[in-house]
């Protein structure tokens, strides 16, 4: 079964140094992953996607990601943190194959703390 | 565009008593789902919809039931709260025309419900 495991509840950094969230998946094929940013009392957005046309993928407010398959890793990176990024983080992917039904299931979040 | 409306955002019901949670969408996508986060946790699907007059259950669907009799609205229906319900409840909505399994989806702001 198609899963994913962030493997920090709670990261903390300083703003302007460089964020790390972590995500493993496991899948027996190509997996749909996703980055989701949930601010305090507010609903998600999207960051980013793997759409499998390349591994470095680019998202919103400088966030990136990239897809490892030989250590089957979907980590999320920003080069420098900003107070604004304080928030929780969900890694996503979708279970079901080849149809416009998402079956998405989510990670248990990583927290990050932002201080001045 | 609105983009994905809920209301009410904040509800207290008592043990028993019935309410429905709406959502609606003006961006004319085919999908909607209906998502409940507990907690410290990710979402769990409760029902989603493929388009007008077609739902189906999700993960968690016991205790609920939906609807849709329209592109736009897809409202949720609690009979005989129970505190296990209590939770915060996200509607969301998605296109697909081919069904890639990498579509976004949009969510709306959440409401959060409280059964006592």
């Known amino acids: 079964a198609q899963s994913v495991t962030q493997l920090d509840s709670h990261v903390s950094v300083s703003e302007g140094t460089p964020v790390l969230l972590r995500c493993n998946y496991s899948?027996?094929?190509?997996?749909?992953l996703f980055w989701y940013v949930q601010h305090p009392n507010k609903g998600l957005q999207l960051l980013l996607k793997?759409?499998?046309?390349?591994?470095l993928v680019k998202g919103i407010n400088g966030f990136e990601a990239e897809f490892k398959k030989s250590e089957t890793s979907f980590h999320l990176t920003k080069p420098s943190a900003h107070m604004s990024d304080a928030a929780e983080y969900f890694c996503?992917?979708?279970?079901?194959?080849?149809?416009?039904?998402?079956?998405?299931?989510f990670g248990t979040g990583t927290r990050l703390l932002v201080s001045p | 565009n609105a983009g994905v409306t809920q209301t009410p955002k904040f509800r207290i019901l008592k043990i028993g008593q019935s309410m429905t949670l709406q959502c609606a969408q003006d961006?004319?996508?085919?999908?909607m789902y209906w998502y409940r986060q507990d907690p410290g946790m990710g979402l769990k699907l409760i029902y989603y919809?493929?388009?007008?007059?077609?739902?189906d259950k999700g993960e968690v669907p016991n205790g609920y039931n939906v609807s849709r009799s329209t592109t736009e609205d897809f409202p949720l229906r609690l009979e005989l709260a129970a505190p296990s319900q209590t939770s915060v409840y996200f509607c969301?909505?998605?296109?697909?025309?081919?069904?890639?399994?990498?579509?976004?989806?949009?969510f709306g702001p959440g409401t959060r419900l409280l059964v006592l």
């Open positions: 969301a909505s998605s296109y697909s025309s081919i069904g890639t399994g990498r579509e976004t989806q949009y």
């Open positions: 899948s027996s094929y190509s997996p749909s």
């Open positions: 793997y759409t499998s046309a390349a591994t």
């Open positions: 996503v992917v979708n279970v079901a194959r080849n149809t416009g039904f998402q079956k998405l299931v």
């Open positions: 961006m004319n996508h085919n999908y």
């Open positions: 919809s493929v388009g007008a007059g077609i739902t």
